[in-house]
Every structure is written in C-alpha cells, then in structure tokens.
C-alpha cells in the first residue's frame, strides 16, 4: 500500500522477485486489457482516466480470477489491491477459499510534496495519461478517503509493516526486504 508514487510498483517487483511469487498489480492489468481493447478495459478505461476507482464488483472478480492462476498457487504478492474495505472483505473471503493467508501488508510512507513531484516526472517519462495534476489531485483525495483506513484494518491485526519509502529506490527495497525476511513463511 501507498500513496499514488509512493513507489508500489517498482516495489512490488524487487519483492515479488525476491520471493519467487508472481506481481499481481491490478493497475497493470487494467492498462493492459485499456491496450488490448477488451471489454474489461473499455469499462475501466473511464474510471482510470478521471483517477476514480473501478467498481469494486469488477477489482474483485478480475482478483479472483487472476489469483486462482497456477502460477499464484504458492503464493503471491499484490500491488494495488485492496483499496476499500469492500475489497479487504472479499479478499479475506478469496484467500479463505483457495486456503492462503496474508503474512504482511506493507505500507510505503512518502512526503506529500515528494510525491507530486514524482508523480509528474513518471508523467514526463511513461506518459501515463492519469498522472495530468487534476487527476493526480484526484487519486490522492480518494487515496485518503477510501484506502488510508485500510492501514489501521491490518494495523489491528499485526500485518502492518510501514517502509520510509524515500531515498534511493535500492535503499527502500533493503528496507522491505529486512522487514519480510524475518516473518516467518506461511
Ligand atoms: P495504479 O497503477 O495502482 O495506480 O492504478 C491505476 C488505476 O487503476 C487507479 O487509479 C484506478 O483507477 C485503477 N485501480 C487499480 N487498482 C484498483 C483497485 N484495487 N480498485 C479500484 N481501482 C483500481
């Protein structure tokens, strides 16, 4: 978890790699189906591009479907789900079936002004079309609304591990990984 630019993305991968488990990022499979023009991509193209959220009904079915993937059987890590506590209910409820658990969540903690700051030099660099600053504005106000609680949910129950995610990309993945490797494996 994180602030849009907190760095989620790049993060994930270092640690997915880390463990041997696959990314699962519901951004980049959002921008891969707007790519490929599917009808899962046409619905969310809308929300994307004004920085809404996608309905929940449709996060969560794309989750369950992509967690039941061979490949997610021994585990798996996600960057960017969930985001409302609607999505933390049905993810509990996901990992109940299929009989994996959560072993940590991991929060990156960034200054606000270092982010807008990133935020727009992705904009310069990838051309992500929802890093305009309205829309950025946009993803950080539902970012404290509808997922900053969330922290204090896993909080509550002891996975909540916060990374200082400013410095140097290497310095924070160091970070994470001395915060994971000493949880025990479920
Ligand atoms: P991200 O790459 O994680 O910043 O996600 C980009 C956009 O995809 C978000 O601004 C949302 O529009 C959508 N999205 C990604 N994950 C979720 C989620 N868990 N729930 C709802 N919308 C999401």
Same mark, same amino acid.
Do not use: C, W
């Given at each position: 978890m994180g602030?849009?630019?907190a760095g989620k993305?790049?993060q994930a991968?270092f640690v ?17 189906? =707007? ?9 969310? $193209? #809308?929300?994307?591009?004004? /920085?809404?959220?996608?309905?929940? !009904? ?19 890590l996600l960057d ?22 959560l072993d940590a969540v991991v929060v990156l903690t =960034? ?9 727009? $030099? #992705?904009?310069?660099?990838? /051309?992500?079309?929802?890093?305009? !600053? ?17 922290i204090?949910?896993y909080?509550?129950?002891?996975l909540l591990i916060e990374i200082d995610g ?6 924070v993945t160091?970070r994470i990984f001395?915060a994971l490797?000493?949880i025990?494996?479920?």
């Open positions: 602030p849009p630019g993305g790049t991968k997915a790699q880390h463990f041997g488990i696959p990314a699962i990022s519901t951004g980049d499979i959002f921008r891969a189906n =707007v790519s490929e023009g599917t009808p899962l991509g046409k619905e969310a $193209q #809308r929300y994307m591009d004004a /920085g809404e959220y996608v309905p929940d !009904e449709v996060t969560n079915s794309m989750v369950r479907n992509r967690i039941d993937e061979p490949d997610a059987v021994p585990g798996f960017g789900y969930p985001r409302t506590l609607a999505q933390v209910e049905e993810l509990d409820g996901m990992i109940g079936f299929t009989g994996h658990r =960034v200054d606000d002004d270092v982010l807008v700051e990133r935020l727009l $030099q #992705r904009a310069a660099v990838e /051309g992500r079309a929802d890093d305009t !600053e309205d829309v950025v504005r946009r993803r950080q106000e539902l970012y404290g609304e509808q997922t900053a609680p969330l204090e949910v909080r509550d129950r002891g400013l410095g140097e990309v290497d310095d160091q001395a490797d000493v025990p494996e479920s």
